[in-house]
Protein backbone atom coordinates (compact mmCIF):
# COMPACT_ATOMS: atom_id res chain seq x y z
CA UNK A 1 0.00 0.00 0.00
CA UNK A 2 1.64 3.35 -1.15
CA UNK A 3 -0.92 6.28 0.39
CA UNK A 4 -0.75 9.69 -1.24
CA UNK A 5 -2.05 12.73 0.79
CA UNK A 6 -2.77 15.59 -1.42
CA UNK A 7 -4.83 18.86 -0.92
CA UNK A 8 -3.01 20.65 1.59
CA UNK A 9 -2.24 24.90 1.32
CA UNK A 10 -2.60 28.24 3.30
CA UNK A 11 -5.95 29.37 4.42
CA UNK A 12 -7.28 32.02 6.44
CA UNK A 13 -9.21 31.24 9.51
CA UNK A 14 -12.66 30.30 8.39
CA UNK A 15 -11.71 28.98 5.23
CA UNK A 16 -12.22 25.56 3.78
CA UNK A 17 -9.87 22.60 2.19
CA UNK A 18 -10.55 18.93 1.08
CA UNK A 19 -7.54 16.24 1.87
CA UNK A 20 -7.40 13.27 -0.62
CA UNK A 21 -5.90 10.21 0.13
CA UNK A 22 -4.90 7.93 -2.67
CA UNK A 23 -3.31 4.44 -3.34
CA UNK A 24 -3.49 4.17 -7.62
CA UNK A 25 -2.02 0.74 -7.56
CA UNK A 26 -4.76 -0.93 -5.21
CA UNK A 27 -8.07 -0.44 -3.40
CA UNK A 28 -8.98 0.55 -0.30
CA UNK A 29 -11.65 -2.15 -0.19
CA UNK A 30 -11.67 -3.68 3.51
CA UNK A 31 -9.22 -1.15 5.00
CA UNK A 32 -9.61 1.39 7.79
CA UNK A 33 -9.02 4.37 7.10
CA UNK A 34 -7.53 7.42 9.03
CA UNK A 35 -6.60 10.90 9.37
CA UNK A 36 -3.78 11.95 11.59
CA UNK A 37 -1.99 15.30 12.12
CA UNK A 38 1.24 16.70 13.97
CA UNK A 39 1.83 20.11 14.92
CA UNK A 40 5.40 21.20 15.03
CA UNK A 41 6.57 20.49 18.71
CA UNK A 42 3.56 17.95 18.90
CA UNK A 43 2.82 14.14 18.99
CA UNK A 44 0.97 12.74 15.65
CA UNK A 45 -2.54 12.65 17.14
CA UNK A 46 -6.25 11.32 15.56
CA UNK A 47 -8.21 13.44 13.62
CA UNK A 48 -10.83 11.38 11.57
CA UNK A 49 -11.02 7.92 10.98
CA UNK A 50 -13.72 5.99 8.57
CA UNK A 51 -14.09 2.11 9.31
CA UNK A 52 -13.46 -0.81 6.04
CA UNK A 53 -17.54 -0.56 5.62
CA UNK A 54 -17.88 3.71 5.67
CA UNK A 55 -20.55 2.83 8.11
CA UNK A 56 -19.06 3.97 11.21
CA UNK A 57 -16.85 7.34 11.61
CA UNK A 58 -14.98 9.15 14.49
CA UNK A 59 -13.70 12.69 15.04
CA UNK A 60 -11.29 13.93 17.94
CA UNK A 61 -13.54 16.44 19.91
CA UNK A 62 -11.85 20.16 18.29
CA UNK A 63 -13.03 18.44 14.82
CA UNK A 64 -16.65 17.73 15.49
CA UNK A 65 -19.05 19.36 13.63
CA UNK A 66 -16.48 21.07 10.88
CA UNK A 67 -14.37 17.98 9.12
CA UNK A 68 -15.93 14.85 7.30
CA UNK A 69 -14.48 12.22 6.63
CA UNK A 70 -15.78 9.71 3.59
CA UNK A 71 -14.52 7.40 1.17
CA UNK A 72 -15.13 6.57 -2.53
CA UNK A 73 -13.65 2.71 -2.76
CA UNK A 74 -14.09 2.94 -6.78
CA UNK A 75 -11.64 5.77 -7.03
CA UNK A 76 -9.51 4.48 -4.17
CA UNK A 77 -10.12 7.67 -2.40
CA UNK A 78 -10.40 8.62 0.75
CA UNK A 79 -11.35 12.87 1.59
CA UNK A 80 -11.14 15.10 4.63
CA UNK A 81 -13.53 17.87 4.00
CA UNK A 82 -12.11 20.53 6.47
CA UNK A 83 -14.55 23.83 7.09
CA UNK A 84 -14.22 26.40 9.54
CA UNK A 85 -10.61 26.15 10.06
CA UNK A 86 -8.87 27.85 13.11
CA UNK A 87 -5.12 28.19 13.36
CA UNK A 88 -5.05 25.41 16.02
CA UNK A 89 -5.68 23.26 12.27
CA UNK A 90 -2.55 23.70 11.29
CA UNK A 91 -0.03 20.76 10.79
CA UNK A 92 1.16 18.09 8.57
CA UNK A 93 -1.80 15.83 8.11
CA UNK A 94 -1.01 12.18 7.37
CA UNK A 95 -3.95 9.28 5.98
CA UNK A 96 -3.40 6.22 7.32
CA UNK A 97 -4.22 2.49 6.24
CA UNK A 98 -5.27 -0.60 8.10
CA UNK A 99 -7.00 -3.90 7.54
CA UNK A 100 -7.03 -5.95 10.49
CA UNK A 101 -10.24 -6.65 12.39
CA UNK A 102 -10.24 -5.26 15.90
CA UNK A 103 -8.02 -2.80 15.86
CA UNK A 104 -8.85 0.57 17.20
CA UNK A 105 -9.69 3.06 13.89
CA UNK A 106 -8.46 6.44 16.16
CA UNK A 107 -4.98 5.30 17.06
CA UNK A 108 -2.02 5.37 15.42
CA UNK A 109 -0.40 2.02 16.39
CA UNK A 110 -2.99 0.72 14.96
CA UNK A 111 -2.40 1.21 11.52
CA UNK A 112 0.08 -0.05 9.09
CA UNK A 113 0.52 2.11 6.61
CA UNK A 114 0.80 5.88 6.12
CA UNK A 115 1.15 8.49 3.78
CA UNK A 116 3.41 11.52 3.10
CA UNK A 117 1.50 13.95 4.73
CA UNK A 118 -0.05 17.58 3.51
CA UNK A 119 1.19 20.80 4.97
CA UNK A 120 -2.43 22.43 6.33
CA UNK A 121 -1.43 26.20 7.36
CA UNK A 122 -4.35 28.15 9.02
CA UNK A 123 -3.72 31.67 9.25
CA UNK A 124 -5.73 34.49 12.06
Known amino acids: VQLQASGGGSVQAGGSLKLSCEDPGRTFKGYDMGWFRQAPGKEREFVAA????????EYTDSVKGRFTISRDDAENTVFLQMNKLQPDDTAIYYC??????????????????WGQGTQVTVSS
Open 96 to 113: AAQNVLGRPITRPSSYDY
Open 50 to 57: INWSGSRT
